[in-house]
Each structure stands twice: as structure tokens, then as C-alpha cells.
């Protein structure tokens, strides 16, 4: 990689170790102030655990953010710092003092709107197929429930990290190395750095947990991986932002329209995800998460060739993330 990525990748050891360093004194802090996660009969955990520990992985990407934005202006990214540094106030508050679904859907609906502004920089997600408006109005649409599905898929250890650096890497990887394509680098560091304050959350997310994400973390980082993907499909690679979050998209969209069809609220709690019912079949934590992992290191390597075959490698992620969806669901549990 050339020298002119050195700033990129020094930003993003920045990250990793803020990140890191403040989740850790998160714990203590947290315990103490005793904001918690008690198991409920939904849990996948059965001790009481911190939570909030996003206030430092938001912090520490919204920063570096801030820091990439003043070095290399880019048009409209002004906006997304700002609703997403919304989006961390009122998640911390969701997460100390529970806020109405109303309310929080509502203000997320306003982080959304905010970042139409940076969108429209980037481009029709939906290539003309869609009028101007329309283009926008189902993109905001699109974006609000990413971030939700990205924080419902938030129930067992090491699960966030592992998907939201795996998006993070794809990102960075075309970015950064598929320049052949027309795809701009601009996104680079900013995925780079969500990738590297990923990685020092897992350090004290990964099974057994010594904190949880929280709101706080899962729906700001949601909300800018929503924008990075909508941002790539925006500018024609339509396949790869389809592919790197796909895992989670077919996960909450299955479990979602299943309770809307038997007429549940779809924003409460519950364990029926894939993922839930692996660990409720007997799987640990650490083996569920380390399959996602394993699945989305193939996601990425198929994202990063549909930039120039998009529909071998779409139906190529549609088999991998059926077949994990199929072991989570049927694979014999192996007692140790």
C-alpha cells in the first residue's frame, strides 16, 4: 500500500487503542454507577453486565471522523458527524433511563433525514430507476431500518464487533484497492477506522463478555455503516453494499416478518433469531460469533470481486448465508 495511506492507518491504531482503552475503563465505571444488563428470560447472558460500552467505540469513531473530515474536506460528511454524535446522546440516555420506541424511532428518523444531505452528494442509490424523490424517500427508509436491524442483531457476545468490522473491512478493502473500478477512496478511512474501533471493543466483548455495546454504540455505528453502504450503492456498486451486510439483513428480515405476520410488536425484545437459536440448541457464544466471522470473511471476498462480477458473487453470498443460517438452525450440536 503507498506511503500516502500511512495518516489513514496511523488514524485507525488511534482508534483501535482509544477504543479499546476506553471500553476498559468503561467496566469499572459502569459497574459502578450500576448500568447494567440483567438477564431476563429473553437473555443469551445469565450474569448482570455493564452496558454502554459503544459510548467509547462511537466516541472514538465519530473523533476520528471529525479528524478525517478536517484533513480531506468531503462534501455533506459534516452532516453525518453531527447526526450521528445525535444519535450517541440519545442512546446513552435510552440506555441509562429506557426512552419511548416512539421517541427513539422518531429521533432516528431525524439522524436519517439529516444525512439525505451527504447522500444526495454521493449519488441516485437506485441509478435512475426511481424518481429523484423517490430515490431518497426509499433510500431513508432503507438506512432507518438498517440501523434498527443493526441493533436488534446486537444479543450475544462478540456478535457486533465481528459483523461490524467485517462490513467495515469490506469497505475499506474497495476502497482502498479496487480503484480500477471508478469507486471512489474517499471512504476508506472512515470505514477503516469503524473497523479498528470494532476491534478493540471485541477484546472485552468476545465470550465470556466483560461489557456489552449497548444502544449507545449499536445504533450510531449502524447508522454510519448505513450510510457507507447506501454511499457505495450510490456510486453503482449496488452488489457489494448488498453483500457485506447480508448476514444481518436476511437474519432480522426473516425473524422480523415472521412476528409482523403473527401480528407481535416487532421492536420488543425477544430470542428468535438465528443466531439466538444456536445458542439456545447448546452452541457458545464464541462458536456462534466465530461462524458469523468465518461466513463474513467469505462475504467480504465476494463483495470485494462483485465491484467487477456483481451477480456470480450475489448468489454466492445467497448460499453462504443460507448455509449458515441452515447450521445455526440444524447442525448437530457436539457435546464437549
Same mark, same amino acid.
Given at each position: 500500500m503507498s506511503?500516502?495511506?500511512l495518516?489513514d492507518?496511523i488514524?485507525?491504531?488511534?482508534a483501535?487503542v %482509544?477504543?479499546?482503552?476506553?471500553?476498559?475503563?468503561?467496566?469499572?465505571y459502569?459497574?459502578?454507577k450500576?448500568?447494567?444488563d440483567?438477564p431476563?428470560?429473553?437473555?443469551?447472558h445469565?450474569?448482570?453486565?455493564?452496558?454502554?460500552?459503544?459510548?467509547?467505540?462511537?466516541?472514538?469513531?465519530?473523533v %476520528?471522523?471529525?479528524?478525517?473530515?478536517?484533513?480531506?474536506?468531503v462534501a455533506?460528511?459534516v452532516?453525518l458527524?453531527?447526526a450521528?454524535?445525535?444519535?450517541?446522546?440519545v442512546?446513552?440516555?435510552?440506555d441509562?433511563h429506557?426512552?419511548s %420506541?416512539g421517541?427513539?424511532?422518531g429521533?432516528?428518523?431525524?439522524?436519517?433525514?439529516v444525512?439525505?444531505?451527504w447522500?444526495?452528494?454521493?449519488g441516485?442509490?437506485?441509478?435512475?430507476?426511481l424518481?429523484?424523490?423517490?430515490?431518497?424517500?426509499?433510500?431513508?427508509l432503507?438506512?432507518l431500518g438498517?440501523?434498527n436491524f443493526?441493533?436488534?442483531?446486537?444479543?450475544?457476545?462478540g456478535?457486533?464487533?465481528?459483523?461490524?468490522?467485517?462490513?467495515?473491512?469490506?469497505?475499506?478493502?474497495?476502497?482502498?484497492?479496487?480503484?480500477?473500478?471508478?469507486?471512489?477512496?474517499?471512504?476508506?478511512?472512515y470505514?477503516l477506522?469503524?473497523?479498528?474501533a470494532?476491534?478493540?471493543?471485541?477484546?472485552?466483548?468476545w465470550?465470556?463478555?466483560?461489557?456489552?455495546?449497548?444502544?449507545?454504540g449499536?445504533?450510531?455505528?449502524g447508522f454510519?455503516l448505513?450510510?457507507?453502504?447506501l454511499?457505495?450503492?450510490?456510486?453503482g456498486?449496488?452488489?457489494p453494499?448488498?453483500?457485506l451486510?447480508l448476514?444481518?439483513?436476511?437474519?432480522?428480515?426473516?425473524?422480523?416478518?415472521?412476528?409482523?405476520?403473527?401480528?407481535e410488536?416487532?421492536?420488543?425484545?425477544h430470542?428468535?433469531?438465528?443466531?439466538?437459536?444456536?445458542?439456545?440448541?447448546?452452541?457458545?457464544?464464541?462458536?456462534?460469533s466465530?461462524?458469523?466471522?468465518?461466513?463474513?470473511?467469505?462475504?467480504?471476498?465476494?463483495?470485494?470481486f462483485?465491484?467487477?462480477?456483481?451477480?456470480p458473487?450475489l448468489?454466492?453470498a445467497?448460499v453462504?448465508?443460507a448455509?449458515?443460517?441452515?447450521?445455526?438452525?440444524?447442525?448437530?450440536?457436539v457435546?464437549?
Amino acid at each position: 500500500m503507498s506511503t500516502a495511506y500511512l495518516p489513514d492507518a496511523i488514524l485507525g491504531i488511534a482508534a483501535f487503542v %482509544a477504543s479499546c482503552a476506553g471500553v476498559r475503563m468503561l467496566i469499572g465505571y459502569l459497574t459502578r454507577k450500576a448500568i447494567l444488563d440483567h438477564p431476563v428470560h429473553r437473555s443469551s447472558h445469565s450474569t448482570p453486565t455493564p452496558r454502554g460500552g459503544g459510548l467509547a467505540v462511537s466516541a472514538s469513531v465519530i473523533v %476520528a471522523w471529525a479528524v478525517i473530515q478536517f484533513l480531506t474536506p468531503v462534501a455533506g460528511t459534516v452532516f453525518l458527524i453531527g447526526a450521528a454524535l445525535l444519535l450517541v446522546l440519545v442512546s446513552w440516555r435510552d440506555d441509562v433511563h429506557s426512552l419511548s %420506541a416512539g421517541l427513539r424511532l422518531g429521533i432516528q428518523s431525524v439522524a436519517v433525514a439529516v444525512g439525505l444531505v451527504w447522500l444526495t452528494g454521493q449519488g441516485l442509490v437506485f441509478q435512475g430507476f426511481l424518481p429523484h424523490w423517490a430515490d431518497l424517500f426509499v433510500s431513508a427508509l432503507l438506512w432507518l431500518g438498517f440501523l434498527n436491524f443493526f441493533n436488534f442483531m446486537d444479543g450475544i457476545d462478540g456478535i457486533s464487533a465481528v459483523e461490524a468490522g467485517a462490513i467495515a473491512l469490506g469497505l475499506s478493502l474497495i476502497a482502498y484497492l479496487r480503484l480500477d473500478t471508478g469507486l471512489s477512496a474517499d471512504d476508506g478511512p472512515y470505514a477503516l477506522v469503524i473497523l479498528a474501533a470494532a476491534a478493540g471493543f471485541a477484546v472485552w466483548n468476545w465470550h465470556p463478555a466483560r461489557i456489552f455495546l449497548g444502544d449507545v454504540g449499536s445504533i450510531p455505528i449502524g447508522f454510519l455503516l448505513g450510510a457507507l453502504l447506501l454511499g457505495l450503492a450510490a456510486r453503482g456498486a449496488w452488489a457489494p453494499a448488498l453483500i457485506l451486510p447480508l448476514y444481518y439483513l436476511t437474519d432480522a428480515g426473516i425473524t422480523l416478518s415472521r412476528r409482523a405476520l403473527r401480528g407481535e410488536a416487532v421492536w420488543r425484545a425477544h430470542k428468535e433469531h438465528f443466531y439466538q437459536r444456536a445458542v439456545q440448541r447448546g452452541f457458545s457464544h464464541a462458536q456462534v460469533s466465530t461462524a458469523i466471522l468465518v461466513a463474513n470473511t467469505i462475504l467480504v471476498a465476494l463483495a470485494f470481486f462483485a465491484t467487477s462480477y456483481p451477480v456470480p458473487c450475489l448468489v454466492g453470498a445467497i448460499v453462504t448465508t443460507a448455509l449458515l443460517l441452515l447450521w445455526m438452525v440444524k447442525w448437530p450440536v457436539v457435546s464437549s
